[in-house]
């Protein structure tokens, strides 16, 4: 298994530029099963979950040429199979958008119980319930659940709670069904606007993407199409973030700061200086951090993807801060690997930690749990004194693309072995 060794306390400086957002390209790619067309989409990150959908795609029979780096010409002419494997809906919890599509062009489909992953439980009954409001049959096995139906139907769909991907595979699987589909309390991400903006130039009549009220006609097909995929807000986010933690000068850039307001309000209070320019975000060193409380939110709030680096940060701040976890209940786990690096944070329950800083952190073996909690073990080991090794790299490489050349490049000490 790969790891990292990574020698902290280096003062880092330089620009980092951020890559295709991961939680839009797989999206954008899933919905390529909706049209016979060619779709070329570009700005693709190279990362192990956008390989784990192109090889799903390709098993379902969809053309796709992997042009050079991070453009694909997909076309999903003759789809010949319509299940998804237990390995890849496992490993990929994003995969169930390929239901949708696959249910409105080959009228059936199949999707294993997947069961959760580190970070919570990920039902899928908020799902379910779309897909029958939209007429589908479902039958349930030991093994999962196969789902036909003789036409999708426009409906109204309430969402009991906001849900991302469930938002992504009901506009998915409204776009090609007879009527109107009235959807209610749905997500708010940039992501999904930026899908639904590339689906309308395709022929989709979509609106109120970006709002909790989303309206769709039904149409009979969508065009081809070429997509350029949005910046990464997350990946933005964790390099201002460690940044921050570093006290040091990174400059961000090919960002759209308009996605971030929550974090550069919080940074703000934390006492961090940043120049936020109109495609770049800067790090000002020489400020005292510090400590605020957190709440994650679903957007425009503060994203759940951003909580275990802040709560990194908020270690190195003086004071004590509130995390509270809102939207999963397994994603504070990793503060016990900070303690360990001399942090002092109580896990009050699955959805609250206290952190009381400022700590001095000191390097130690440890073990990445997901991607979102493996950057923060970067960063974490990134401003400790000493060496660190972090294993299970494979989580982190399924979100950041080539990380650690690009954090070498700001003067971090990090090596892959
Ligand atoms: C998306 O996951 C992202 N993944 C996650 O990013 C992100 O953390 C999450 O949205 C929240 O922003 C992708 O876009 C591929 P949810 P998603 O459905 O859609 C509950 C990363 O690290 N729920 O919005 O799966 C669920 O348990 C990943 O890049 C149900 O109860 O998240 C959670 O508590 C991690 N029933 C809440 O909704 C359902 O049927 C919000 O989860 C579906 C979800």
Do not use: M, Q, V
């Given at each position: 298994m790969e790891k990292f060794i990574i020698h902290g306390g280096r003062k880092l400086s330089g620009d980092i530029k951020v890559n295709g957002a991961k939680n839009s390209a797989l999206k954008v790619l899933a919905a390529s099963l909706l049209t016979d067309q060619e779709w070329k989409i570009s700005n693709v990150p190279q990362i192990e979950d956008i390989f784990h959908l192109i090889e799903l795609l390709k098993s379902l029979g969809v053309e796709v040429e992997n042009g050079s780096k991070g453009i694909y010409q997909l076309k999903a002419k003759n789809i010949k199979a319509t299940s998804l494997k237990l390995n890849i809906a496992q490993k990929l919890k994003g995969s169930i958008l390929i239901i949708g599509p696959l249910l409105a062009r080959c009228g059936e489909t199949f999707f294993p119980q997947s069961g959760g992953c580190v970070i919570g439980q990920r039902p899928r009954d908020i799902f379910l319930s779309g897909f029958?409001?939209?007429g589908a049959k479902i039958k349930e096995s030991k093994q999962g659940y196969c789902l036909t139906t003789r036409g999708l139907k426009g409906t109204k769909f309430v969402f009991p709670l906001v849900s991302v991907t469930a938002t992504e595979t009901m506009i998915l699987t409204a776009i090609l069904a007879k009527g109107k589909t009235v959807l209610k309390n749905a997500a708010c991400e940039p992501e999904i606007v930026s899908l639904v903006d590339f689906l309308n130039k395709c022929g989709a009549k979509i609106k109120g993407a970006g709002t909790p009220f989303i309206e769709i006609e039904g149409v009979s097909f969508l065009k081809g199409g070429q997509h350029q995929v949005m910046p990464d807000r997350i990946e933005a986010g964790?390099?201002?973030?460690?940044g921050a933690a570093a006290n040091s000068p990174i400059k961000v850039t090919g960002l759209n700061p308009d996605h971030l307001d929550v974090l550069w309000f919080l940074l703000d209070k934390a006492g961090v200086d940043l120049e936020i320019g109109k495609d770049f975000v800067k790090v000002k060193p020489g400020f005292k951090l510090k400590a605020v409380n957190?709440?994650?939110h679903e957007y425009p709030g503060f994203p759940t993807d951003l909580q275990a680096p802040f709560t990194v940060l908020m270690t190195q701040a003086k004071g004590i801060s509130l995390i509270h976890e809102t939207i999963f209940e397994g994603r504070l786990?990793?503060?016990d690997s900070l303690n360990q690096m001399g942090a002092n944070i109580i896990l009050c329950d699955p959805h609250r930690a206290i952190v009381h800083g400022p700590s001095k952190l000191f390097g130690?073996?440890?073990?990445?749990p997901d991607i979102r909690a493996g950057i923060a073990l970067v960063i974490a080991a990134l401003i400790a004194k000493g060496e660190s090794v972090i294993e299970n790299v494979i989580q982190i490489d399924r979100g950041y693309e080539k990380?650690?050349?690009?954090?070498?490049?700001?003067g971090a000490g990090i090596k892959r072995i």
């Open positions: 029958e409001a939209f964790s390099f201002i973030i460690l957190l709440k994650t786990f990793y503060t130690r073996r440890l073990i990445s990380i650690e050349d690009r954090l070498s490049k700001i």
